[in-house]
Each structure stands twice: as structure tokens, then as C-alpha cells.
């Protein structure tokens, strides 16, 4: 579905990405996992269009995307959840959910989705007239999730959802991608929390300043002795 092939991304003089490969098929749960700073932040913006790349070529379902606009991008399939969730603070939460259908004229999937929204995530339909920024973090996330899905993606970025919550609650959003996942949708999935992160995807990469130096089936990552020194505790 999604393929970059030795992407290189610099801002000014830094080297942010170096020559970066990775591949996502449809219908899996892919994750990148690695330090601060490491660049993954970097990858998912370059994907959306909204870092341009220097070097390399991003393809999604054949189509190049490498020189192509945030919302050509997100017309074609892709949505994104930002780190720290973005939500817009002054609007309600039912303004957020329809800013993320921008783009869409079918009020009857538009309804249909909300709908799907409200299933996943009860607590919005509960707070739907009030201010985003008024909502808890963990509301803030279901909200940045639900926006995402309301451009009817197939294939949704995911920024470190897991950012800042409680446990139970990183336990709740990592419930629902597997359901949105299940639902359809196809995941690449940045997350700090490496244990539940490769509990969740099928595959994953590891990227250390700026390069992939890991990659393969999650459960071969887990018992890689690299991988458990520098990320999960041992």
C-alpha cells in the first residue's frame, strides 16, 4: 500500500532522515519505534506532505507522492494523527469531527462516520457542544483519532497516541486501533511505549538518528536483545 524508498530529509544543515526504505501492505498494523529525536516525527510529516523530501520517492497505492499537497494527500487515502493531538481548542468537539470531513460532499457517509466515531469513542458523543480544549488528554486523543477517521482513510499515521495518559487509558487507545485496524484500516504506528507497540503491529522498524537499522516481524523485534536493552527494559 505505502512504499519510501531512500527518503532523505534535512532541515537546514541537519540530516534528519538518511536514506530511509520502509513499506506498509494493506490491512496491517506497522510501527516505528526509537529514541527522541531519532526522526520518526520527521517520517510521518514527510508522508503527509508536509516536510518535502530532497531525495527518494514515496508511492501509495502506485501513486507518487512525493511532490504532492497535504490535502491532495489526504483526498487519496492518508490521515494523520499529530503528536500531542492538535486539536483545534476553541471549536467543539463536533466542529473538530467535521474538520476532519473537509473534504467530503456525501452528508450520508459523513453521518455514517460520525456514527462509527461515536461507537469507538461514547465519551465524545457525550461532550459533542463542548470546547476541545476543555476536554481531559485522553478525551483530546479520542477526539484526534476520531477527526482522522472522519476523512475515511485508508491508511491512518499515527503520532504517539500513547503520549501523556494514564496506563488504563494508553490500554483503551491501543484497544481501539486494534478495532479500527480490524474495522479495515491500515495503521503505520509511531509509539514510545515499545512493549505495547509491538504487542500491536505486525511488523515494525527501529530508526536510530535518522536510519532504519532494524526491521522485521514484531515478535522477532521483541526478542531481539537490541531491541530489549534500548527499549524495553532489558
Not at 30 to 56: C, E, M, Y
Amino acid at each position: 500500500m505505502l512504499s519510501l524508498e531512500a527518503i532523505d530529509v534535512y532541515y537546514g544543515k541537519i540530516h534528519a532522515l538518511k536514506g530511509v526504505s520502509l513499506s506498509v501492505d494493506e490491512g496491517e498494523i506497522v510501527t516505528l519505534i526509537g529514541a527522541n529525536g531519532a526522526g520518526k516525527t520527521t517520517l510521518l510529516r514527510t508522508i503527509s506532505g508536509l516536510v518535502r523530501p530532497k531525495n527518494g520517492t514515496i508511492r501509495f497505492r502506485g501513486e507518487d507522492l512525493t511532490r504532492r499537497r497535504p490535502e491532495d494527500i489526504v483526498a487519496l487515502g492518508i490521515s494523520h494523527v499529530p503528536e500531542g493531538r492538535r486539536v483545534f481548542a476553541n471549536l467543539t468537539v463536533k466542529e473538530n469531527l467535521e474538520m476532519g470531513a473537509y473534504l467530503r460532499r456525501d452528508r450520508a457517509g459523513i453521518q455514517a462516520d460520525l456514527e462509527r466515531v461515536f461507537a469507538l469513542f461514547p465519551r465524545l458523543k457525550e461532550r459533542l457542544r463542548q470546547p476541545a480544549g476543555t476536554l481531559s488528554g485522553g478525551e483530546q486523543q479520542m477526539l484526534a483519532i476520531g477527526r482522522a477517521l472522519m476523512a475515511r482513510p485508508k491508511l491512518l499515521l499515527m503520532d504517539e497516541p500513547s503520549m501523556g495518559l494514564a496506563p488504563v487509558l494508553v490500554q483503551t487507545i491501543f484497544g481501539i486501533i486494534r478495532e479500527i485496524n480490524a474495522q479495515g484500516t491500515t495503521i503505520l504506528l509511531i509509539e514510545q511505549n515499545a512493549h505495547m507497540a509491538l504487542g500491536v503491529a505486525r511488523r515494525a522498524y527501529v530508526i536510530e538518528t535518522g536510519r532504519i537499522v532494524l526491521e522485521g516481524p514484531s515478535e522477532a523485534l521483541r526478542q531481539s536483545e537490541k531491541v530489549r536493552a534500548a527499549y524495553l527494559g532489558g
